[in-house]
């Protein structure tokens, strides 16, 4: 198992610009999650899906969309980028339903700088 | 969940056994504590997690206060690859719900030197 993968792994955005952040699991887990780390901070959850078709927004949602058409894929969408959107992304995934008790797994990260 | 406080760095000597505390005085009877670590420029990486009992696993040992409200993470003989930021999370197990939300706080960074 390649595990959770997200590309790009480094990114340079202008003000105003779009773009798409990617991240796949091949671990046929149901729960996916995006956070973001900004420089000497812990992570802060963005969006969370629970399965495909599902998605729900976590505590720094504004200015992103991200879709689960698929168990494997949770793209992050950046509509109009801004410099407070300069930060370090990361995907994660876990196994099961509600109540189950599982470690989350969390991709390589990308770094994302606007300027 | 309930929020922890973690000092800010420690050190710890190779080969030696790195003892990183976590107070939790509000955790919920419900609550569990989580470890995890990141290593510079990685995603966190998940070491072991606890609600009453003590745990052990390849990694780590995990000891919880009778009352709950600490706990330590053991690294028995820590290695220079150990060095990284821990965070200790509580939470509670999502039972009929959907999210396992991690709240991360800014954790304890461990350095072990040579």
């Known amino acids: 198992n390649a595990g959770v993968t997200q590309t790009p792994k480094f990114r340079i955005l202008k003000i105003g610009q779009s773009m798409t952040l990617q991240c796949t699991q091949d671990?046929?887990?149901?729960?996916m999650y995006w956070y973001r780390q900004d420089p000497g901070m812990g992570l802060k959850l963005i969006y969370y899906?629970?399965?495909?078709?599902?998605?729900d927004k976590g505590e720094v949602p504004n200015g992103y969309n991200v879709s689960r058409s698929t168990t494997e894929d949770f793209p992050l969408r950046l509509e109009l980028a801004a410099p407070s959107q300069t930060s370090v992304y990361f995907c994660?995934?876990?196994?099961?339903?509600?109540?189950?008790?599982?470690?989350?797994?969390f991709g390589p990260g990308t770094r994302l700088t606007v300027t | 969940d309930a929020k922890t406080t973690q000092p800010p760095s420690m050190d710890c000597a190779e080969g030696r056994a790195a003892n990183l505390p976590c107070n939790h005085s509000?955790?919920?009877?419900?609550?569990?504590v989580y470890w995890y670590r990141q290593i510079h420029s990685q995603g966190p990486q998940y070491i072991i997690h606890?609600?009453?009992n003590n745990e052990t696993n390849e990694m780590a040992s995990l000891i919880i206060t009778e009352d709950r409200k600490s706990s330590t993470l053991i690294l028995p003989h820590a290695t220079l690859r150990d060095t990284a930021v821990y965070y200790c999370?509580?939470?509670?197990?999502?039972?009929?719900?959907?999210?396992?939300?991690?709240?991360f706080g800014t954790g304890t960074l461990l350095a072990v030197q040579p």
């Open positions: 509000t955790i919920s009877g419900n609550e569990y």
């Open positions: 671990m046929n887990h149901n729960y």
């Open positions: 606890g609600l009453k």
């Open positions: 999370i509580v939470r509670v197990i999502d039972y009929g719900g959907a999210t396992n939300k991690l709240i």
């Open positions: 994660a995934s876990r196994p099961g339903g509600p109540g189950a008790d599982y470690e989350q797994y």
């Open positions: 899906s629970v399965g495909a078709g599902i998605t």
